[in-house]
Nanobody, 120 residues
Framework: QVQLVESGGGSVQAGGSLTLSCVAS????????MGWFRQPPGKKREGVAT??????FYADSVKGRFTISRDNAKNVVSLQMSSLKPEDTAMYYC???????????????WGQGTQVAVSS
Protein backbone atom coordinates (compact mmCIF):
# COMPACT_ATOMS: atom_id res chain seq x y z
CA GLN A 1 0.00 0.00 0.00
CA VAL A 2 1.34 3.41 -1.00
CA GLN A 3 1.19 6.35 1.40
CA LEU A 4 1.81 9.90 0.26
CA VAL A 5 2.14 12.92 2.54
CA GLU A 6 2.38 16.42 1.09
CA SER A 7 3.73 19.56 2.69
CA GLY A 8 4.92 23.01 1.74
CA GLY A 9 1.74 24.75 0.71
CA GLY A 10 0.92 28.27 1.81
CA SER A 11 0.03 31.76 0.74
CA VAL A 12 2.26 33.79 -1.54
CA GLN A 13 2.02 36.90 -3.66
CA ALA A 14 2.04 36.71 -7.43
CA GLY A 15 5.56 36.31 -8.73
CA GLY A 16 6.66 34.44 -5.65
CA SER A 17 7.89 30.89 -5.18
CA LEU A 18 6.98 27.81 -3.19
CA THR A 19 8.32 24.29 -3.00
CA LEU A 20 5.99 21.39 -2.30
CA SER A 21 7.24 18.08 -0.99
CA CYS A 22 5.72 14.62 -1.05
CA VAL A 23 7.09 11.88 1.16
CA ALA A 24 6.23 8.50 -0.24
CA SER A 25 6.23 5.15 1.51
CA UNK A 26 5.13 1.67 0.67
CA UNK A 27 5.39 -0.32 -2.52
CA UNK A 28 5.52 2.41 -5.15
CA UNK A 29 5.23 1.06 -8.69
CA UNK A 30 8.23 2.13 -10.75
CA UNK A 31 6.53 1.51 -14.07
CA UNK A 32 3.77 4.04 -13.45
CA UNK A 33 3.66 7.82 -13.49
CA MET A 34 4.03 9.75 -10.25
CA GLY A 35 3.80 13.42 -9.55
CA TRP A 36 1.61 16.40 -8.83
CA PHE A 37 -1.95 17.29 -9.64
CA ARG A 38 -4.07 20.23 -8.55
CA GLN A 39 -7.69 21.19 -8.17
CA PRO A 40 -8.48 24.90 -8.45
CA PRO A 41 -11.59 26.16 -6.64
CA GLY A 42 -14.70 25.07 -8.48
CA LYS A 43 -12.76 23.20 -11.15
CA LYS A 44 -11.75 19.67 -11.96
CA ARG A 45 -8.51 18.12 -10.83
CA GLU A 46 -5.75 18.53 -13.42
CA GLY A 47 -2.27 17.26 -14.00
CA VAL A 48 0.62 19.59 -13.20
CA ALA A 49 3.88 17.64 -13.41
CA THR A 50 4.75 13.96 -13.34
CA UNK A 51 7.64 11.67 -14.07
CA UNK A 52 8.19 8.16 -15.28
CA UNK A 53 11.71 6.88 -14.79
CA UNK A 54 13.89 9.65 -16.29
CA UNK A 55 11.16 11.46 -18.23
CA UNK A 56 9.21 14.41 -16.92
CA PHE A 57 5.91 15.79 -18.12
CA TYR A 58 4.40 19.21 -17.52
CA ALA A 59 1.10 20.88 -18.16
CA ASP A 60 1.48 23.70 -20.68
CA SER A 61 0.31 26.20 -18.08
CA VAL A 62 3.31 25.52 -15.82
CA LYS A 63 6.11 24.82 -18.29
CA GLY A 64 9.11 26.99 -17.56
CA ARG A 65 7.83 27.91 -14.10
CA PHE A 66 7.51 24.58 -12.24
CA THR A 67 10.10 21.84 -11.83
CA ILE A 68 9.48 18.35 -10.55
CA SER A 69 12.30 16.44 -8.94
CA ARG A 70 12.81 13.41 -6.76
CA ASP A 71 15.21 12.22 -4.12
CA ASN A 72 15.20 8.45 -4.40
CA ALA A 73 17.21 7.99 -1.24
CA LYS A 74 14.61 9.86 0.81
CA ASN A 75 11.57 8.87 -1.26
CA VAL A 76 10.65 12.50 -1.67
CA VAL A 77 9.11 14.07 -4.75
CA SER A 78 9.28 17.85 -4.88
CA LEU A 79 7.61 20.52 -6.97
CA GLN A 80 9.46 23.80 -7.21
CA MET A 81 7.07 26.53 -8.25
CA SER A 82 8.23 29.96 -9.31
CA SER A 83 6.66 33.00 -10.97
CA LEU A 84 3.42 31.98 -9.33
CA LYS A 85 0.18 33.40 -10.67
CA PRO A 86 -3.24 33.77 -9.04
CA GLU A 87 -4.51 31.05 -11.38
CA ASP A 88 -2.08 28.62 -9.72
CA THR A 89 -4.25 28.80 -6.60
CA ALA A 90 -5.43 25.27 -5.89
CA MET A 91 -5.23 22.25 -3.67
CA TYR A 92 -2.13 20.39 -4.78
CA TYR A 93 -2.04 16.61 -4.55
CA CYS A 94 0.75 14.12 -4.84
CA UNK A 95 -0.25 10.99 -6.71
CA UNK A 96 1.40 7.71 -7.62
CA UNK A 97 0.55 4.59 -9.58
CA UNK A 98 -0.85 6.64 -12.42
CA UNK A 99 -1.51 5.08 -15.80
CA UNK A 100 -1.23 8.34 -17.74
CA UNK A 101 1.16 11.28 -17.50
CA UNK A 102 -1.18 14.12 -16.64
CA UNK A 103 -4.58 12.52 -16.27
CA UNK A 104 -5.92 12.22 -12.76
CA UNK A 105 -8.52 9.68 -13.77
CA UNK A 106 -6.24 6.68 -13.42
CA UNK A 107 -4.09 7.27 -10.35
CA UNK A 108 -4.49 4.72 -7.62
CA UNK A 109 -2.67 6.46 -4.76
CA TRP A 110 -3.30 9.99 -3.52
CA GLY A 111 -2.10 12.20 -0.73
CA GLN A 112 -4.39 14.43 1.30
CA GLY A 113 -3.31 17.58 -0.48
CA THR A 114 -1.69 20.87 0.43
CA GLN A 115 -3.25 24.24 -0.27
CA VAL A 116 -1.53 26.89 -2.36
CA ALA A 117 -2.99 30.41 -2.51
CA VAL A 118 -1.51 33.06 -4.78
CA SER A 119 -2.70 36.63 -4.35
CA SER A 120 -2.41 39.36 -6.94
Amino acid sequence: QVQLVESGGGSVQAGGSLTLSCVASGDIPTGRFMGWFRQPPGKKREGVATFLRSQTFYADSVKGRFTISRDNAKNVVSLQMSSLKPEDTAMYYCAADCFYALSSSRCDAWGQGTQVAVSS
